[in-house]
């Protein structure tokens, strides 16, 4: 399974500068505003540049938010503003690295200054502005990509390639995950708000009759969300709706498994928020069409903290399992103590803003410190409550 090993990001938003040397299942923590949703959107515009093209439509279209042009480089008192965004992606002996310059007022486009592309040891491509041998490169358009065509196999430069260009960030809503609000971002197995959620649970149950692992994912689901007997999805033309709901095509149904037979079926829309959150965070782990890289922002939305951490714990590894690499950001404590850190595959970064206002991003290693508060009992939702692990709110 190829990871990505470490992204590089330098001037963007708030981050000054940062190196992050990446597991497969990834858990930033931290306050509010400290620059974690960035640390995702970083690497969503490096997979804009590795797809070849950064504009408002690609970013969108993997999650990033547009913004104001002139506030995508970063601009701290007392620092030289960097003349471009520099990102990197790097995995074994392969990396892709670009130089980019945020749009003007007038355009959308990101144009690329410096490009560089190395596989398997191999510069594949090379481009900056004092290239003799490239005088007529579009500017806003990557070379990667194109070079990428060419590429005969699956080698280990085009398979990072490939896992930045499908990189998303997902942000579910509960509105979305029930299917009465349209997903403005569909994408296959679900949208990055949650749309197409009862489409791709019916799948997974189709694949599950096929897979025994996948068996195995239904049951912890089950156990997850303790109340339901089972789940499933109908045609929307399905007797479970009101009349005044808006009628999907497919609907989510849940069994509840304490209600007398023939009243306990609920809809997507009249069941628990937490149980469509549980479904969404197993489709994207275990779903073969789900990226191999992605994120979720603000994965503990809405979700109880005992739930949390047990969702956490299975999300870990289920996603692991399937080959995925996952990055999640989160508010709640109780993430943290459904995490295994002694598997060097999980890690948790604290994101935190310097006195200066740049964000800092430093993982949390277990050490003979660590280790001894727990053996005293405290679990790493304390330790961070109390100020030991960093990221955390100064009020």
């Avoid at 960097?82 to 959308?108: D, K, M, W």
């Avoid at 789900?290 to 809405?302: K, S």
């Amino acid at each position: 399974m190829t990871l990505i090993q470490r992204i590089d990001i330098h001037a963007f938003k708030s981050i000054q500068k940062a190196s992050l040397e990446l597991g497969a299942f990834n858990v930033f923590v931290g306050a509010n505003g400290s620059g974690k949703s960035n640390i995702l959107e970083a690497i969503g515009v490096l997979g804009s540049a590795a797809f070849g093209r950064v504009d408002d439509e690609s970013l969108l279209r993997r999650g990033v938010r547009p913004g104001l042009p002139d506030l995508y480089k970063t601009s701290f008192r007392g620092h030289t503003r960097r003349n471009a965004i520099r990102f990197g992606a790097h995995t074994g002996t392969s990396s892709y690295e670009v130089e980019l310059n945020n749009p003007s007022t007038q355009s959308t486009a990101w144009a690329f200054k410096t490009e560089k592309w190395i596989s398997s040891g191999k510069k594949i491509v090379g481009r900056s502005p004092r290239s003799t041998k490239l005088p007529a490169l579009d500017a806003f358009r990557g070379l990667a990509a194109l070079k990428d065509v060419e590429s005969v196999g699956h080698t280990e430069g085009s398979t990072l390639l490939s896992l930045l260009q499908d990189y998303s960030i997902y942000a579910p809503n509960t509105a979305t995950l029930r299917g009465i609000v349209s997903d403005p971002q569909t994408r296959q197995p679900v949208g990055l708000s949650g749309g197409r959620l009862a489409e791709a649970v019916e799948e997974l149950h189709r694949l599950a009759r096929k897979t025994e692992a996948l068996e195995e994912v239904i049951e912890d689901i089950l156990e997850l969300v303790d109340w339901v007997a089972s789940f499933g999805s109908r045609p929307g033309s399905a007797e479970l709706l009101s009349p005044s709901i808006p009628r999907p095509s497919q609907v989510l149904f849940f069994r509840d498994r304490f209600m007398a037979d023939r009243r306990n079926v609920l809809s997507a829309y009249d069941a628990s928020e937490g149980a469509l959150y549980v479904l969404f965070a197993a489709v994207l782990a275990v779903h073969p069409d789900a990226p191999r890289l992605l994120a979720i922002d603000n994965f503990d939305a809405t979700l109880n903290p005992r739930l949390v951490r047990s969702l956490t714990a299975k999300l870990a590894e289920w996603s692991i399992t399937n080959g995925r690499q996952l990055l999640l950001t989160c508010h709640n404590p109780l993430v943290l103590d459904g995490l295994s850190l002694q598997d060097e595959r999980v890690r948790l970064f604290a994101v935190d803003r310097s006195f200066g206002g740049m964000t800092t991003i430093n993982r949390v290693v277990v050490d003979e410190a660590l280790l001894g508060k727990a053996q005293e009992g405290w679990p790493l939702s304390r330790l961070w409550v109390t100020g030991h692990l960093g990221g955390i709110a100064n009020v």
